[in-house]
């Protein structure tokens, strides 16, 4: 049994359960698994997950990429937040493949964050490796912490944003990207 699976079985047993009943012998094994996968993008690396789909293009218009979930975990309750990412940017000579906007979100979505600091990391990588005039990062999500327990408001939704470059110097650009988007 590894550390973190005794881990849980401790957590279980200072829960109250026995550990022993059946449907519980695994779940030690189990929760150790999703959690490393649910916190695997701390030993992501930016520069695999684009794996070099960046090309060359001379159109200079802005590109806006919508609509991509995701599922995190706030760092105060390691309870989920889930919810969607809006990604726009304005190419430099270079644009991105358009997966690897997904994986960049899913890299900095599997840790321990905040809502605030994710959506800063994913502007900052798409900065990073396409060298753009200008990126938006729109996050939207509902927190687990929020809902099923604490204040328990299950309607309330929270949206957070970083603009960079053109989009935060030029409010056209910003506007532009905000009626792509819909919002
Ligand atoms: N800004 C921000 N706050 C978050 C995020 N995820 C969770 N939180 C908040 O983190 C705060 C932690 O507050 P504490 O008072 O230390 O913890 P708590 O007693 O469990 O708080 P309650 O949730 O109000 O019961 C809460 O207000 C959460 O709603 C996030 O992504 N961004
Ligand atoms: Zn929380």
């Not at 916190?39 to 590109?63: C, I, K, Q």
């Not at 912490?145 to 309607?155: A, D, I, P």
Request: aromatic share 6%; net charge negative; charged share 20%.
């Amino acid at each position: 049994m590894s550390n973190l699976e005794s881990l849980y079985q401790q957590v279980l047993s200072e829960l109250g359960e026995n550990v022993e009943r059946e449907g519980l012998l695994d779940t030690p094994k189990r929760a150790a698994k999703a959690m490393q996968f649910l916190t695997s993008g701390y030993t992501t690396d930016l520069h695999e997950v684009v794996n070099n789909a960046v090309f060359t293009s001379d159109n200079d218009e802005m590109v806006v990429v919508q609509g991509i979930e995701f599922y995190s975990l706030c760092e105060h309750h390691m309870l989920p937040f889930i919810g969607r990412c809006h990604i726009g940017y304005l190419p430099n000579g270079k644009v991105l493949g358009l997966s690897k906007f997904a994986r960049i979100v899913d890299m900095f979505g599997r840790r321990l964050q905040i809502q605030e600091n994710m959506t800063k990391q994913i502007a900052e990588a798409v900065e990073e490796v396409t060298g753009c005039r200008g990126v938006g990062v729109i996050v939207e999500a509902q927190h687990m912490c929020m809902m099923m327990r604490g204040v328990q408001k299950q309607n309330s939704m929270m949206r957070t944003s970083v603009m960079k470059g053109d989009f935060r110097s030029n409010p056209a650009t910003r506007d532009e990207f905000m009626r792509l988007i819909g919002l």
